[in-house]
Structures are given as C-alpha cells and as structure tokens.
C-alpha cells in the first residue's frame, strides 16, 4: 500500500486519524462478531488516482497499465496516460485489476433480515380484494435502510458496491431501492428512491383468508391495476371538474400505484420455471407494466420467447438444489433432477438468444457464495465477460441507472473494486472497494496493525477473531 | 400407488423430450382395418380414417390409403372419439380453489393453466383429449373454468379448446357452506354456513352484477352517443364474469348432489335471466330429471360413487341412466386425474346400471360431454370434418380388457403405447445419472468444506504447527471457528 502525498493536507495525520478508527471500530465490532480492518474506511480524500494496473472499463476493451482517477465521488478520468490532478492519493495499482462496481440486484442487505418491516401482520382476516391483502406499496426501503446491518460491510468489502434492496412481506410490499453501500447517514446510500415495485404471487390468506390461491393471488393484482387504472383516469377528472365528477373515495394503494405508473416504475414479476417465466411474459403484457422478471432459472427453456419480448430478467444465483433436510429415500422427479442440473446453464443460454439480464443473491448467505454460483454459472458456458456486464453494465441498464453506474467511464458513480486478480477466480482477493468514491481498504490476510500508538493489549486478538469472523462470510 | 408414482414419474418428461410425438407427425395419416365407433352414425368393422391437416377428411370401409401417406395399422383395434371430460382439475398451478371469498369469480383457471402436469399424460394414456377445467367447490360461486385439450408437451397458450365458451363454476350444499372447516380461534367463519345462505350469496351476487353490468350499459350508451370526458366505472373482476354469465357468453358449471337445491339454483337462475349449463354430479338428478331436461341443462354425474357423505346418501348408480331415459344429456365425469384413464369403463357401468346400450354409453363420454361444453361441432364423434381427436384400443373399449394404444389430437399422436415404453429405459438411465451426478458433487462439496473449515480452524493461531489430524478448536475463547459458526 503506497500513498503518495498530495499537496493540500498532510497524509500522515490522515493516515493516523484511520487507524484510530479502524482500531476503535474493530473494538466496536468484534463483540458481535465482524469483520474486516480496513485503512480506508469511506471518509476523506476524494481524490483517488488508481495508477499502473489493469482497467476492466466494461464499457469497451481493459487497459493495460491503465489509471483511474476518481474525484468527488465521480469518474474522472480513465485511461492508459491519463493527467493526476496534483490533489489526488495515489494508489499504485500494479498487478491489481479495477473493475466496475458489482451490483447485487436483489436483496434485503440495508434492511431488515427478512426484508419487512417488523411491524408484522396486520390482525384479521382479508375476505376480498377490498381488503388490499398484503399490499404496503406505500413501504419504501429507502426510509428503512439500517446502517448497522452488518452484511452491508460483508458485501461491500467482495465489491458489491451496489444493491437493489426489496422490500418483502405480502403480495406489493413495498418500493425497492437502489442503494450504493457506504455513507455518513441512511440518506447517502441511496442512489434511487423509488427503483421498482416488485410483487409476490405468493398467496397471504392462508386458509381462511384471501387470497390463498396462486389464481386468487393473480386476480387480485390484476383487480389492483384495474383499480389503479381507474383512479389515474378519475382523479385528474375530478379535480379538473369538483362540480361534475364524484370524489373518488381516497385509497393509499390507489394513489401510490398512480404514482409509480406515473414514474413508469419498474414492476419485478416473480417468475422462476418456464411456466411462470411465459406466464408473467402474459400478464405483463396484459397489464402493461414495465416489467423485469426475477428468478429466471429455468429461463434455458424459454430464453427465445423472453427474447422476443424484450423482456429483462433477474436471475437468483441461488440455484436450485435438493433440500439439505430432504428425505433421502424421498422420490425425486427426473423434471426436478434436469432443473437442478441445467438452472447455471441459464445465464449462458440468455446470453445465446440476446436477453439482457443482471445477477441477484436471493437467499445466498452472502458474497462467496454469489461469487461460487457465478462460476457455475460460468462453467456452464457462460462468457466470464458476459457475468461480469450482468453483475455491471446491464444490471445498472435493467435498473434504468446505466447512465450513472456498471462501468469505468468518465461521469459516472466511482464504485469500483480493485482486485489482485481475475474477479472470478476463487483465489483472488479483493484489496480495495470505492463508494461513490469513498475509499475502503480491505485486508483479509493477516496483516498487523501498525506500529504506531497507544494500543491497548488484547486489541489485535480482537482484530484477528473479527477478521476471521469475516472471512466466513458472517452475513445472514 | 408406489409403482403408479414411479411410473408417472419415468413418464413426466415422454413427451416433452427426445421424441416429441406432437411434434413431428406428419399432417397426413391413415387409420386401416380398424373398427370404428364413430358414436354419431354406426359402427364400422374394418374401416379407415383419413386424417389430413388435424380434422377427419374420411371415414368408412372401402377407404384406400392414399399413396406415401403414414399409416396406423389398426387391425383387430377399436377406434372410438377422443374421451372427453367435463369435470376435471388437471393442468392446474397452486389450489384449484380460492377459498377466501364466498365468490371467487375473479380468480381464473386460464391464468395458472400448467401444462408440465404429469396428470395430462396419465389421462391421455388413458384416451382422454379434451378436459372441463374447474375451480374447486369451495365457494358458492367460485372460478373461472376453461376447456382445453390435452395437448402434452405444448406451453400453456397452447391448451384452450379454441373457440370453447368459458364457464364458471358453482357450487352447492356442504362444501360452500365449508361444514367441517374450523377455522382458528378469532378467526370468524366464512359466511354462509346453511344452503339458504348459499342460495342468499348467489342470489346478492347477481344483484350486484346486474348494477354493476347497469353501470357499465349506460356509461358505454352516453359514450356512443358522443358524450365527452365520461369517467368509465371501475372494472370490477368478480363481478365481470357474472355480467358475461348474464349475456350468455359464460357458462354456468354448478356443482350439486340434492335434488331441493338443484332446483332452488334454477329459480335464481331464471330470475336473473341466465342458464345453467351444466349441473356438475348431480347425484339426485333422477329425482327431478323432468325439470333439469325442460331447463335445459346438462348432467354430468359419477358413475357408481354414493354415500361418502350425507349429502351423497341418495346417489344411485341408475342415476346416468336415469336422467338421459327423460331427456337430459348426460356425461360421466371423473373428478379426479387418476379415474379419469378410465372413463371409458365408467360409462360402461351405466350398460349394468340402468341397461344402457353401448353407444349411449360411449356418447356419454364423448359426444354428450362435448354438447355440454358447446364444442360439439368440432369434437365427440367421428365424422368428417371434425377435429382428429382419436383414441384407438386393444380391446372394445367398453371391456375391462381395453387398453388405449395410441390417443391423437389434431391428427398428432400424443400418446403412444409402444414409444412410451421404449422409452422408459433411457429416461430412467438419465434420470439416475443425474442422481449419481449430484451425489458425486455433494461428497466433492463436502470434502472441500471439510477441507476449508480444517484450514480456517488451523489460522487462528498460525504459531503452532497445525495438525492436520485436530480438529478445528470449539473454545470460545477468540477461536475463529467457534465465532464464525457460532449462534451470530
């Protein structure tokens, strides 16, 4: 780690003033159980220049011996001889790579573990779509990020710079945000507030209440755009007219779904066989929502027709595999056994028939093993390039955010990550994170603590048992 | 029902793999030397069928096969119409009832149609080519239904019977008014809870349908006539379906047993000016086969099932026979994936019960269902010009000994006997290379954790030489393992 000092402030008293931060939150951390020590740790300079490595832009050929220079949370410049403006901290990047930021584009990482929030169900039974079962549009993740949530540093420090959290709990739970992973307040972390509203078919009534069928689930989405249509058209009439029009009586779903209509929001459809996947292609074009379909793995199927239509997909890179409880004598259906063995197929087969997509973690615990499914993934056929747009570029184009994020380009958000190698080989390890330029030194080797100082005894034990911690992936 | 499940099972991917018999069949075939049940007009002994482009282009005993077209050597087989069932809930993803609401007319069997259902392939292999899909009966009015072909190995778009009228399913007596559901402690039961509220339900339905259907007449009467800025009513998805059961352009599946309130529904029917289509079981429709024939509704009832319930104290197996002696046109149903491979046999029953001929058994399970659903002009017989929805026999297919060899849709053999057993062997060899494959990956995985976690467990102290034989240490006391496995 070399640091070269720039002209407008002392870079030893900088360096210093890290440490004691680094020192008293590994303290802090190490009760619980996290993670990594980190010199950078997301505070000033903002100037970075990355020099002599290898530059993975996404948006065109790496450079070899590039630099990268990063100012104010931007890209400032990308290039094989590019100028350093004379503030910048150099970082020397030989034999480090830099790529894109990853995005991890489905996840409750910011907020809660399970993705509600906390507030429960309300009591009572629903009998009908009057009820608005399950639906809290009006929930925005954005107003819910939790700063302490312990995986944010978990991602983060394997390069997810980026995530899309959703929010979940019911059939509309909520409005899933664009969070970048670093930040003084909640407030910074948000790159958009209102991302997508992603729906669940998953039936909320129970057994006594509705819906508690996956047609009665999908018939009361459809009565909700129904509704949302009508009150689109009513509102405007009669405020344009109180003398003519009946007011329409106030309902919060109503409101909110016009909104985001409005907005043009994306609607995540849920979506994970072939029958789903054509059925979804079904309603949202019956709807006609701006839709992007998650779960996707038995896309290999029906990659043709999500082609045709256009239609982007998020896939899980949970892939399916039998149940660790599952009964050993249990009969296993040869449909499920193919599925299992061809779902990491499905990334290379949407690459072949041209449909865009993005990566997400679903339930995986946490960025080793995204990580290891993206190479199953890649061992299935898929192009190392064509993961690394997915988990870059066309995850920031799904998300409608390609103008400012998923590559190195002058303008656009500095989240990268710097890495001592192939991003894709197990080995390698990730050295440095930027956050909306925000610097993160990650250290997961041992690496002692400085010299310097007043440490106090027991300390560096402490760092060591965090450190490890992390490297398990402590994360759900 | 092990080895049926193992079948099923080998049988899932049949037609959706290697040989796609939907797929490549040519568009012309002969059918020889077969005797044929056309159940419309005669029997014919060692007749043919030519089948070109999906419908029937001849049928008859002096047929030639025309030159290089595919033939199906039928000799000593029975060829009789595709079977055809008005009561089944096959092909269907998640419940077949939305028990929430006491009307359930919003949610849609064409909207969770699934057909990677194993249940289609069963009942093809069992001659079945066109199928009544209903909502269960847990609602006084419950889904939308929908007719389909069996069409295995087509994606869903491909099922509906094109043309087919939808339908809605009703239901009365013990299973809408939920007797024997509890529901948990400060949960209200669902109203209704007596057949007098199952009447009240349907009846406030309609009364709100036909407001409902009032609105949406005058709103589309002012716009016609060039009013401007009208604000359209709310599209209301339960009470659309009724609207179109009002305009006949749906029809009305009614589950039922007893006679009082079979014809409780066709008062409410007559009162809101719509009819009932079919009633569904009807197990006491011999008591009032007069009445059910004058209104002009279907039956579609079991052949020999009784008393599996009070409400079922009163079926008898001359039901069928019964209510087609006064008129009514009668189909035997299944109800059920598995009795559904041997309908033929059920309507058999009836030639016991009530001493039907064979013909009027066998148009019970074909041309008489096909009536019932109103798709009678394309399926239910052999004729020419109707669709090529066959099903040939080893056996007449009214004996116990009968056993489909082959079964076409569109002129396409969906099923056949013989390939699917030739096929059997590969399908399960990939099937347990698949599982070995798996199970080689989860010793590989677990070698690698055993190996990882032997490392991890060596870190924390890299002074000491590790043993690679020790465990990773479980103290507490800052021990990597113990933090990173433990309850966090």
Known sequence: MKLRAGTCRSPRFTRRRFWWAAIASSVALVAVGVTFTARGEGGEPRYFAITHARVVPVAGPPIENGTVVVAKGLIQAVGASVTIPPEAWVIDGKGLTVYPGLIDAGTTVGISDDGTDGKGKPAGVVLGPEGRPGTSPWRVVADEIKTDDKRIETWRSAGFTTTLTVPEGGILPGQAAVLNLAGDRAGDYVVRVYASVPISFKPVGGFFGFPDSLMGTIAYVRQVYDDTAWYSQAEPAYESNPAKYERPSYDRTEVVMSEAEKRSEIVMLPANNSQQLLRALKLANEWKIRAVLYGGQQAYEVADALASAKMPVLVNLKWPERGKDADPEGEQTLRELRFRDRAPGTPAALVKAGVKFGFYSGGLSGPKDIMKSAKKAIDAGLSPDAALRAFTADSADILGLGDRMGSIVPGKIANLVVTDGDIFNEKTKVKHVFVDGRWFEIHEEETPPDKGGDKKPGDEEAVKAGRYAGVEGVGR | ?488
Not at chain 2, 10 to 36: E, K, L, R
Not at chain 2, 139 to 154: E, S, Y
Not at chain 2, 377 to 385: A, D, L, Q, T
């Open chain 2, 1 to 488: 029902m092990k080895r049926v499940l193992l079948i099923a099972i080998v049988f899932i991917f049949a037609g959706m793999g290697a040989w796609p018999a939907s797929a490549q069949n040519p568009s012309t075939i002969f059918i020889q030397n077969a005797t044929i049940f056309t159940v419309t007009q005669g029997n014919i002994e060692h007749g043919g069928i030519l089948i070109r482009d999906g419908k029937i282009a001849a049928v008859g005993k002096d047929l030639k096969a025309p030159d290089g077209v595919a033939v199906i050597d039928a000799t000593g087989q029975y060829v009789i119409p595709g079977i055809i069932d008005c009561h089944s809930h096959i092909a269907v993803d998640g419940s077949v009832n939305e028990g929430g609401p006491a009307v359930s007319s919003m949610a849609n069997i064409a909207d969770v149609l699934n057909p990677e259902d194993i249940s289609i392939y069963d009942d093809l292999a069992g001659g079945v080519t066109s199928a009544n899909i209903l909502h269960g009966s847990a609602n006084p009015i419950g889904g939308q239904t929908i007719v389909i072909k069996l069409r295995w190995g087509k994606p869903a778009s491909a099922l509906p019977f094109e043309g087919a009228l939808p339908g809605i399913k009703f239901a009365l007596g013990e299973n809408p008014k939920r007797s024997g559901f509890t529901p948990p402690p400060g949960i209200p039961p669902r109203y209704p809870a007596t057949r007098l509220g199952v009447e009240e339900v349907i009846r406030q339905a309609f009364i709100e349908a036909t407001e409902y259907k009032k609105q949406w007449d005058d709103y589309n009467a002012r716009r016609a006539a060039g009013e401007q800025g009208l604000v359209a009513p709310r599209r209301n998805e339960q009470l659309q379906p009724l609207v179109e059961v009002m305009e006949g352009k749906r029809y009305v599946h009614s589950h039922c047993y007893r006679a009082d309130e079979i014809l409780m529904l066709m008062r409410v029917a007559k009162e809101f000016g719509f009819k009932v289509r079919t009633f569904q079981h009807v197990l006491e429709g011999y008591k009032i086969a007069d009445e059910i024939a004058a209104s002009g509704a279907g039956g579609s009832t079991f052949s020999d099932w009784w008393g599996y319930k009070v409400e079922a104290y009163d079926a008898i197996p001359y039901n069928a026979a019964l209510m087609t002696e006064r008129g009514v046109v009668v189909s035997i149903n299944s109800d059920d994936a598995q009795e559904a491979r041997q309908l033929n046999q059920e309507a058999a029953k009836s030639m016991k019960y009530g001493g039907m001929t064979a013909n009027d058994a066998l148009k019970m399970i074909t041309i008489n269902p096909a009536i019932q659903l109103g798709i009678d002009k394309r399926v239910g017989s052999i004729e020419v010009g109707k669709d090529a929805d066959l099903v040939i026999y080893n056996h007449d297919p009214l004996s116990v000994y009968a056993v489909a060899q082959q079964t076409l849709i569109d002129g396409q053999v969906y099923f056949d006997r013989q390939k699917d057993l030739a096929g059997r062997a590969a399908l399960e060899k990939e099937k347990q290379d698949l599982l070995a494959k798996e199970k080689k990956a989860a010793e590989e995985k677990k070698d690698e954790d055993k190996k990882a976690g032997d490392k991890a467990g060596a870190k924390p102290d890299a002074k000491k030489k590790p043993d690679p034989k020790k465990k990773p240490p479980q103290d507490a006391n800052g021990s990597a393992s113990a933090v990173a496995g433990g309850a966090l």
